[in-house]
Each structure stands twice: as structure tokens, then as C-alpha cells.
């Protein structure tokens, strides 16, 4: 499966953005879908991830109640809603494809990644 990833930008803080990721290829029911983002000098790191077989999300604690994660089965698309951004939300987020069997949240779960889409958050 390839992923693409769309939608980053530049916003202020307490706006919103929309991250989609489209996929082309079968995921797999068991496959959970996720978001990572990276900052400048900082490791990678969860967001959060969605069952593709079901409603299951999981969520980052510095994300949850700001961010919610989507799919679109019809259109093999995961979105990612972002509201009250902080800039500390400010990183290349990218999105990936796990098997789902393990700890969702850990990066060694995804092996299909897209390309990352820039998000910027000023104060």
C-alpha cells in the first residue's frame, strides 16, 4: 500500500487543520492507520491511529479532546482534524500503516509510511 498525505499549512494558534491520507492498495482489517508527526530535532512521534475494520482510535494524551482521527473506507482515506493548535504542534506529520496486533502507538508497529506534510502553528 502507498500513503499520501495532504492538507498541512500554516495557521495560529487556536485555529484548525485537516490532514488527509489517502491510500493506495488494501488495507487490511486488522491494519490500524495512524499519524506521527516529527518535529525539528525531536524524534518521531504517536498521534494517533484508527482500526480500519472499526471505530478503535487511540490518541496521543497531548493531542486528545484537540485532534480527531477519521476514515473514509469508500474513499481509503484516514483524515486527521486538528482544532486549538498550539505551536507546539508544529512538526511534519506523516501517516502510516500498522498491523495493528501490538502497541498501536509504537513507531516499530507501521511499516508503510507516506511522505510528511509540513503543519506550522505561530503564536
Known amino acids: 500500500v502507498q500513503l499520501q498525505a495532504s492538507g498541512g499549512g500554516s495557521v495560529q494558534a487556536g485555529g484548525s487543520l485537516s490532514l488527509s491520507c489517502a491510500a493506495s492498495?488494501?488495507?487490511?482489517?486488522?491494519?490500524?492507520v495512524g499519524w506521527f508527526r516529527q518535529a525539528p530535532g525531536k524524534e518521531r512521534e504517536f498521534v494517533a491511529t484508527?482500526?480500519?475494520?472499526?471505530?478503535?482510535?487511540w490518541y496521543a494524551d497531548s493531542v486528545k479532546g484537540r485532534f480527531t482521527i477519521s476514515k473514509d473506507k469508500a474513499k481509503n482515506t484516514v483524515y486527521l482534524q486538528m482544532s486549538s493548535l498550539k505551536p507546539e504542534d508544529t512538526a511534519v506529520y506523516y501517516c502510516?500503516?500498522?498491523?495493528?496486533?501490538?502497541?498501536?502507538?509504537?513507531?516499530?508497529?507501521?511499516?508503510?509510511w507516506g511522505q510528511g506534510t509540513q503543519v506550522t502553528v505561530s503564536s
Open positions: 484508527i482500526r480500519w475494520s472499526s471505530a478503535s482510535t
Open positions: 502510516a500503516v500498522g498491523s495493528g496486533r501490538n502497541d498501536v502507538s509504537s513507531i516499530v508497529e507501521y511499516n508503510r
Open positions: 492498495g488494501r488495507i487490511f482489517s486488522s491494519h490500524v
